[in-house]
């Protein structure tokens, strides 16, 4: 048995206003009485106190057991027999978690009775009247608690629709909540009352008119400054960001509102004027979240690594709760600047959340390109995952034997993972590239052919079968079809573009290939890309172009295996 509810229980009698003999009458009336009657009086008293206890437990008991009705009718008796407000308070509440409304409502009226200038008895009976959608009677309960509660009537008015919301026809809410605000024209909250109701009720026009009478009333109201840059961003999203514009120009304070100023100029795609307003967020909270975040992330964007990381360790030392993604962040800043014991560092702190698994890949690759494969290794093996997860560190360990050279040692792993989940289309491709590369084109072919057999629009499985064929010279037109219906799925891939060059290449219409290879290398300069590229350019004539950009390539990839061999093979 759990004890915190029923001391909570027992706690709840205390100063209650039993009707007991003893306690009812008074003290020198009581010390006429013979003894007898005295004991009389105080036996009885107990035998009440005791019944009273028993009680209680016995419903809060059965409560904790789940015998709702059992509960509620000890709960019930005890508030009838007693009348004690704290008592009929909790017999309420019991009844209304129990979702019997007329008994609760029966109670509430009860506990009125007893407490008639209550607040928090009337604000029970109004919304036990709400959750049996009694609306006839509600309207003259809220009146009451409005007209009788002057000091909080705007924070009163601003929870109409809180205790209203429950009502299913969100069209009458609105209607009684207009009632309501009748009398409070000149109040800003009666207006916001009105816009919040009108919105729950789809009048979105009518929910910004009223928005605009809160801020005419109330001008420096930012609560009702956001809500009508909500209201306006949907459809005008120019006049939204305007309207905040005067207003945090008038109330230089309002971070909220700023904030969803910055916000709305970024969906704009406003960089520099979203970036403007984070300065200022973080001139007046520099060590804010909200605005560091967002801030670090726009920096990124826009290519300042500099800033980004600078916000990034700034937000590092709060006490942000994610600091997994800000890790995530900071090891690929650092390996991007070339530092990557830093970022194996950054790595190794991503114990969770979504970038989980990338980050222990990355950190395995890390050590991979230090020399320490082996311990790149055992890393990916320690790590704790499920499902997909164990299939993307599986597709890393094999990468970095790939990296490492040992291509046959990768095929053998992803070979006896891909006989334990034959369908699996990650494994199914990544078999299939490494068994070309390690001369069984055939395998590629059979494998590829299963993967589109289970998914017929894989835009990479169509594509490493049609380039597979090209780069062998066999069956061009078939390898055409596959790449183009590739091009068609994924017309922004700068390599599948890649392939249907070199197909067109391979076929002998050399424009075609010259076109398309240069827009692929213009989207991406890959060094792969510009080896076909030097290729073509090489056989209709443009020798010196294609021996440029050769050196330049290898200037920036000088270990590329497929860039020396193409410049060797070109040599004249």
Do not use: C
Request: aromatic residues 4%.
């Amino acid at each position: 048995m759990r004890l915190k509810p029923l001391a909570a229980a027992l706690t709840l009698l205390v100063g209650t206003s039993l009707p007991l003999m003893a306690v009812a009458e008074a003290p020198a009336k009581a010390a006429k009485r013979p003894a007898a009657s005295r004991e009389q009086a105080s036996s009885s008293g107990e035998d009440v106190m005791a019944r009273t206890v028993f009680q209680t437990l016995l419903g809060e008991i059965a409560l904790q057991r789940g015998d709702v009705r059992l509960g509620l009718d000890a709960w019930s008796d005890l508030a009838q027999r007693t009348r004690d407000p704290k008592v009929i308070a909790r017999a309420t509440e019991v009844a209304g978690l129990a979702r019997q409304y007329d008994q609760a409502l029966d109670l509430a009226k009860l506990w009125l009775s007893v407490e008639p200038e209550s607040a928090k008895a009337r604000q029970m009976h109004a919304s036990l009247l709400v959750l049996a959608n009694r609306l006839d009677e509600l309207a003259p309960q809220l009146t009451r608690v409005l007209e009788e509660d002057p000091a909080n009537l705007a924070a009163n008015l601003l929870q109409l629709n809180r205790i209203l919301g429950r009502i299913p026809d969100k069209k009458a809410s609105q209607r009684l909540i207009d009632q309501l605000t009748q009398p409070y024209a000149l109040l800003p909250e009666a207006h916001f009352a009105r816009a919040q109701a009108a919105l729950s009720a789809g009048d979105e026009f009518r929910a910004l008119n009223e928005t605009e009478k809160a801020l005419q009333l109330r001008p420096d109201w930012e609560m009702a400054a956001v809500a009508r840059a909500q209201l306006q961003a949907r459809p005008a999203p120019a006049n939204a960001i305007e309207g905040l514009q005067r207003f945090v120009q008038q109330q230089p304070g309002a971070r909220e509102a700023r904030l969803m100023l910055a916000r709305l100029l970024i969906s704009e795609r406003r960089y520099d004027d979203a970036r403007t307003q984070y300065t200022r967020l973080l001139d007046d909270a520099p060590t804010a979240p909200d605005a560091l975040y967002p801030a670090a992330m726009l920096a990124l964007q826009q290519g300042d690594a500099k800033q980004g990381r600078a916000l990034l360790e700034r937000l590092l030392a709060t006490d942000y709760p994610d600091k997994h993604t800000l890790h995530f962040f900071l090891g690929q800043l650092e390996e991007e600047s070339g530092q990557p014991d830093a970022a194996l560092s950054h790595y190794r702190q991503v114990g969770g959340g979504e970038q989980f698994i990338v980050a222990r890949s990355r950190a395995a690759q890390l050590l991979q390109q230090a020399g320490r494969l082996e311990e790149g290794r055992a890393l990916l093996h320690s790590t704790a995952a499920s499902g997909n997860e164990k299939v993307q560190l599986l597709l890393t360990e094999a990468q970095l034997l790939r990296n490492a050279g040992q291509d046959k040692e990768a095929l053998t792993l992803l070979e006896a993972a891909l006989k334990r989940q034959p369908d699996n289309l990650e494994l199914l491709y990544d078999t299939a590239l490494l068994a070309e590369r390690t001369g069984k084109p055939e395998v590629l072919e059979q494998r590829i052919r299963h993967l589109l057999h289970l998914k017929p629009d894989h835009p990479h499985g169509l594509n490493a079968l049609g380039y597979s064929l090209a780069d062998r010279g066999i069956r061009l037109d078939e390898a055409e079809q596959l790449i183009a219906k590739a091009v068609r799925l994924a017309p922004e891939d700068p390599f599948i573009l890649d392939s249907l060059g070199w197909v067109f290449f391979r076929q002998g219409r050399h424009e075609e290939a010259l076109s398309t290879l240069q827009r692929a290398f213009k989207m991406k300069a890959d060094p792969e890309i510009a080896a076909h590229l030097a290729e073509v350019l090489w056989t209709v004539g443009r020798r010196d172009e294609a021996q440029r950009l050769l050196s330049d390539t290898l200037r920036a990839h000088p270990d590329n295996s497929v860039l020396k061999s193409t410049r060797q093979k070109l040599q004249p």
